[in-house]
Structures are given as C-alpha cells and as structure tokens.
C-alpha cells in the first residue's frame, strides 16, 4: 500500500478485489493512526495487531463496537435528550433493533472462538431532538458503509449472510432517518459507498471513550 | 474447488425462465440454483445466528456447502448477475411508468423519479459486470404493472422494493468474485433505502422483518415476479 492509498481512503475503499482480511485491518490501523494520531485510535490499532489472524471474529468485533455505540446512543441518549412523536418512536425501535445486533454479533464471535469486545464509554454531542437526529443520520450511513466495506473480507460465508441481512436494517434506518430530517433517503445515489476502516473512525472514534 | 459438472435436475419454471436467461449454460445454471436447497439452507442459518435469543435451532448453522459447489465461479456469479439483472430491468420499467402515471405530485414525485434513475444506473452497472465476466447480459423483460392509484402504486412499490432486497441478501453468500459482491451489497443497501422510505409512505414499518432482514431464494423471488411478467 502507497502513502498516496494511506491518505486517501477513499481511493483505498476501491481496491476491495483481492483484498484479505489481514489487509484490510491493516490498512485500517494505519490510515486511522494517520489521519487521527496514534492516541486517539490507539485501543483500535493494540487491537487489530493482537488479533491480526483472528479472522472473522475481528471484523466482526469491529461491527460489535459500532453497535453497541448505536444502541446506547437510541435508548441512553434518546432517553436524555427528551425526542417527541416520530423521533421518539424511531429511536425506541431502531434501539431495540441495535441492541439485536449486539447480541447477535456477540454470539457470532463467540461461535467462531473470539471474545466480543467489552461495551466502550461512549459520549454523544447532542442536546436536543435536531443534533439527535443529525448524529442519528450519520452513524446509520456510517453503519451501512462499514458493513459494506467489511463485507467482502468475510471467510465464512454464514457470517457474510449475517452482515447482510444487519446492513439491510442500518441501511433501513438511514433512510427513515434521513427523510425525517428532510435529507435525500439515498445519499450515494444508486450504490452505498463502502467505508474504510479509518473512514469509519472518523465518525465514530470521537463518539468513544476509549 | 473445482468439481465436476453436475446432473440438472432441478424443477424448472420453465416459461420464466427461457425469458430470463437466454444463454445455454446460464440458464442451466440458473435452473439448478433457482431450484437448490441451498438458498434454504442459506436463510436457515441467517436465523440460527442471528435470532439467537429466540431459537436455539444451533444445528442449522452447518456450511451452506451447496453454495461452494459450483463447478464455476464465473458461471455462477453470471446466473446472479443475470438474475438481478431482469429484477432490475423491471424495477426501472415499473417506476418509469409509474412516474409517466403522473399518480404523484411534489416531494413524493420526486423520491419515485429518483428511485426510477437509480434502478437504472443498476441495469446499467449489472450489464457492465456481466460482460466483465465475459457473458451476455440477458434481455430485457417484458412487464406488467397493475397502475390504477397513488395508493396502491406505494403499496406495489413497498412490495417489489422488499422483495428486491430481500433477493441480493439471498444471494450474497453465493457470490464468488469480491469485486462482483461489493457490487451487489452497494446496491443492496439502495434496494433496502428504498424499501424503507415507501414504507413511510404506506404507514408501514420502514423494518418490516424486525432486526434482521430475510433472504429470498431465486425461485421465490421469481414465482413473485411473475406476474409481473408480460
């Protein structure tokens, strides 16, 4: 991989023929280290190095990370900040939802003999139902363009099926989202971009306390 | 692995098909995956992983080994590409003419040219990456829509969007070329937005499966098409 690849993600997330699992938490590691600095990706990199070889289970301990940030944002933060009519009936559902995920993704890793990542702290920078719903927006599409970057680096294919039919729901749920805010339901037009690791960190690694 | 080349034996929808799928080999295969177990299997395990809670049906998660026995990648990845390919041709017939109904007005409107425009860019992508492969992409379809209401129109939308998602999720573990599934799990999720924002419209939920969305084999998905079919 090119420095030129490094910083430039988005480039990166185009070379998904051919790429294994190994590279893709790899390039992952270092793309957030530079983007970011060490510090502020530092468990994320310790862990992709202490389970480089694990497989599966790393990516989909990656995807348990985001999860659990999903669901306590609906049901903790949701509860916090006060939502009222649609809002508040989203974030119960898609709470409860999230949360499905969480325990199927624990049960996952469990199968293939990883150990599920323990729930980070998290810290959400919303105080009302519009920054709730702005924040909801981005860690749905968020979602959807990490699974789909992951998933072609699945082995197993009964674990492929398993991301897909959870990206399906993030991608549901951006959609809602979206058009309750007044977005477009379909912000990457006809094809979900796919994420790179460190794309996905940008948004979400400032949400987590380590 | 490779493995030599077996019986076809499957039952055949044999009218829908011969429209489908006008080469030879294609359409053996085509036949062979549209009538395997394997796709059964296949969602069998999606609820043995995922509905943990509920099911403690762990025996259903043994390898999907149908899927990986395909004598060629190549050969089954066209089929797939072929297959979402005519759903895709139909998807852009039904919001073309859906939108020449002029049943929707304003922001609605909108979303449905929208959707329109981008199962098209779909046609467009799975023609490419069948030729990619070295096939030939199939025909385009015939369709019939019934288009009477606003109503009824969403509701048929909201259907055929599901229904859509609901056939790249089938498929994803039977896709051979990373390159070919990042495709389809791209447009996947664009089936899913928009199953979910005429689910809006309806006053249906946007997750009508709950948590975790259901694949559908090919020959359920192409017995719903069906009458769809001119």
Sequence with gaps: MTDYEIANPELAA??????????????????????YGTASVAPFVSQAFAETGG?????????LTLEYLEADFYTVKGKQVGLSGQAKAYAGQFGAEETEHVAALTAAIKQLGGTPVKKPGFVFPVTSESSFLELASVLENTGVGAYNGAAPSLQSKQVLASAGSIVQIEARHAAAID????????????????????EVLAKAGPLIKA | M???????????????????????????????????????????????????SKKGASTAATPATTASGSSSSATGDLAILNYALTLEYLETEFYGKVVASGLFSGKVAGLIKDFGSQEATHVEALKGAVEKLGGTPVAKPEGKFPISSAGQVAQLAYTVENLGASAYLGQAGNIKNPEVLASALAIHTVEARHAATLGTLV????????????????????????????
């Design chain 1, 14 to 35: 185009c070379e998904v023929h051919g790429m294994t699992r190994a590279s893709f938490i790899l390039r992952g590691a270092l793309a957030a280290g530079a983007v």
């Design chain 1, 55 to 63: 497989g599966d289970a790393e990516i989909l301990n990656f995807a």
């Design chain 1, 179 to 198: 058009l309750l805010i007044g977005k477009s339901p379909t912000p990457n037009q006809g094809f979900d971009r796919p994420l790179t690791k460190a």
């Design chain 2, 2 to 52: 490779p493995s030599p080349p077996k019986e076809e034996s499957a039952p055949q929808p044999a009218g829908i098909v011969e429209r489908l799928v006008r080469d030879d080999v294609d359409r053996k295969r085509f036949l062979k995956m549209a009538g395997s177990a394997g796709a059964a299997s296949f969602g069998a395990f999606v609820l043995a992983a995922c509905g943990s």
């Design chain 2, 203 to 230: 006053k249906k939920s946007v997750t009508p499966q709950g948590a975790f969305a259901t694949p559908a084999d090919m020959a359920t998905v192409l017995a719903a098409v069906k009458p769809f079919l001119a």
